[in-house]
Each structure stands twice: as structure tokens, then as C-alpha cells.
């Protein structure tokens, strides 16, 4: 789940002396809404979000063998900028659409798609090699390199043959690892640069896997793309963005370049501009944004998709922060609050470390006298009075929701463990 706030020290203090246990069903019955389908969309997020985080494993170290992205590629201005239409249509539709996006002069990378990965047979899915030859054209007219999403083997050969400069494997892929082999057995030997979507469901090891199996081929030239997670119900987005996952991969393969989709993400053009900023704030290197000369005639995606001007628009509205400062009163100050956080940090853990003491013996307990570990009354009262506490201190309600979950998985775990002694 997405935190919106920072936590409070004496609140933590609070509810881990009171909470004991949690029981997922009751969110339906404690979150107070109109009605029952209300409640059960909001069941549907809470629980999405936090299986998305609670279940980012405890990885062993990950090392990648990146070639830094300034080595291969022209990146002396940031953010990395790839455009394009969802799909390369026809000839006009995508020489008109590069011509008018090599003038904004910030689109290092063109993208289109050739073969379409579509839900129904009866869609578009795609021209083939035939958009080969428009691409060659639309490379001689403006000198940005292409990029094509490939799925197997006969794609990559395809591509290497047209002489195609980026691959990027979509996210119906990724999440296939036997697909992801057989790529990765078609790269060996080529220096082709390759850049990795996320899968749709939110697994970071999915992801990592995919990457390493592209690496392990002699792949170097490596970018992660961060589109979103297919969700239930992802509302206001088209995939869930779930900002937790890609800062979790950027944390275990810090070298490795990672960039945003906000086209997939949003799904709509309202949600470009946020989306986008939120990405570069959060360190993200660049963007990969689906464009097209005339979007309501698109045949893939045509929601999602900018016109040249639009996109125009919207790049020059978004702000490229640093991630450092020179400036000496700004750094002393940062690292005064950083000290303070990590202060609330190692109490937190020592109280964390001391409810579960506590949980132990109450574990032992039930355990002597046959009670089950969960007393559904019991977690009702106090899940009211800790969710009308936090609100008081002006905690966010998924936030602290998320926060007794992850806490109550541990002590049922470790309850648990007791009663199978």
C-alpha cells in the first residue's frame, strides 16, 4: 500500500501495547461506508496493496552486470525521454508522428509497436515486418534511434536483421519465464540493449528473474521499465502503479537504470502529468510516453496516447529535481531530520522487538489453556480504537490498516509456530 504519511512514535507506542490480533475479513465491516459494495472495492485495494508489500521478499544480494547507461547512450540530459505510438499502423501515421516529436527535440528514443500483444484475437494486433521499412524511414529523417517489443525468438531475429537499436520485452512476457529463456537464448552473442517491463502481476522476483536471465546472456546494456501491476480494481489507474515495488528493485540493483511507463499506468491522459512527475521524483531516469499524430484514430490505445503538442505540453510542465545539493546549510539540516528519523526508527524496533516478546507468552498461554490465537471481539475493539487514535494524530487510515496487518502477520506467525511445538 502506497504510504501517504509518516508514522507517529507515540502512536506505535500505543497500539502495540494494545494490538493481539487481526483478522483480514473484518476491513469489510470495519471501514466505515455506504454500502456494501463500497466496502468490498475497498477491501479489494487495502488487501491488492498489501499483498504487493508484504510480500516484497527478503532477497539474497542481486548483482547485475550493467554497463552504465551513459556508456551506450546519449544521456548527458535527464530525464531519458522515448516516445511513440502504442503501435505502428501505417506508414504516414508513424513518420508524421516521429517528424513531429523530433521537433520537440527532447525524444532520444522512438518506440512503436509491431506485433501487439492483444487480450482478443479479433484486435489489432499489430503490422509486422512491414512497419520495419517505416521505421528505417522515420530513423534517416530524424536520427532517433527505434525501439520494438519483441516476445520470442523470431522477433529478435527480425529486429536484429532490420537493425533495430532498443529491445524492450513487454509485460504479458516478463511474467513467463519460460518465454523469458527463450529470449534470453536468442540474445547471446549480440549486444543488443534490452529494456524489461514489469510483469502484470506484482512480483518483484518475476522481475528480477527476467532481468537476470537477460544478463546471464551476455545482455549489459539493461533498463527496467516500471508500467504497473494488473490489479482487481485499480482505480483511478489502468495498472496499479504500486510505487513500493519499483523502489524495491532500484534499492537491490542500484546500478541498474530504471525508467517510468505513466501511458500504461494511467491509462488516460489526466493522469500523465502527475504520474510522470511522481516517477522523476522518486529517482526514477526517465519516461516512456506513447504518442500519436492522431489519437482518436488510433487503433491500440488510443486513450492513453498524446499528440505531439500534448506531449510537448506536458514535459515542459514537469520538474527535474536533483537528487543532491552543494549547498552545506541544506545537507547539515537534512542529515539533523534523518537523525531524528533514524532515533523513531531504532525505537520503533525495540518496541517491535518487545511486543513480540510479549507475543510469545501470550502464545504460550493460549497454547496451556486451548485457546486459538485469534479472538475476533477482541481485535473489533481494538481496531476501532487504534484506527480513531491514528486519525487523531492525523495518520492516513490505509496506512495505518496496512501497519497493523504486516505487524499481526508476524505475531500469528509466530503464535503459530508455538502451537506446532
Known sequence: METKSKTNIFFIYNFLLLLSSLNTATYLFLLPTNSVTANLSIFVNIFRLYISVLFLPCMKEFKLNILPLNKWLDFSDRPLIISGPCSAESRDQLVNTAKALAETGIVKIFRAGLWKPRTRPDSFEGVGIRGFEWLKEMKALTGMLTAVEVANPEHIEQCIKHEIDILWIGARTTVNPFSIQEIAEALKGTDMPVMVKNPVNPDIRLWLGALERINNAGICKLIAIHRGFYA???????????????????????????????????GNLQLLESVSQKALDLEMQGLMIETHINPSKA???????????????????????????????????LEELRSQIDTNDAEMLRLLSKRMKIVEQIGNYKKDNNITILQIKRWNNIIKESLIFGNKLGLDKEFLIKLLRVIHEESIKKQTEIFKK
Not at 234 to 262: F, G, V
Not at 306 to 320: H, N, Q
Request: charged share 25%.
Open 299 to 333: 487503433l491500440s490505445d488510443n486513450k492513453q496516447q498524446l499528440t505531439p503538442k500534448g506531449f510537448s505540453e506536458l514535459i515542459s510542465k514537469l520538474v527535474i529535481r536533483n537528487n543532491f545539493s552543494d549547498n552545506a546549510e541544506f545537507k547539515t539540516k
Open 232 to 266: 482487481y480494481d485499480s482505480k483511478p489507474y489502468r495498472n496499479a502503479p504500486i510505487w513500493d515495488i519499483p523502489i524495491e528493485l532500484m534499492r537491490l540493483c542500484p546500478e541498474l537504470p530504471l525508467i517510468c511507463d505513466p501511458s500504461h499506468i494511467s
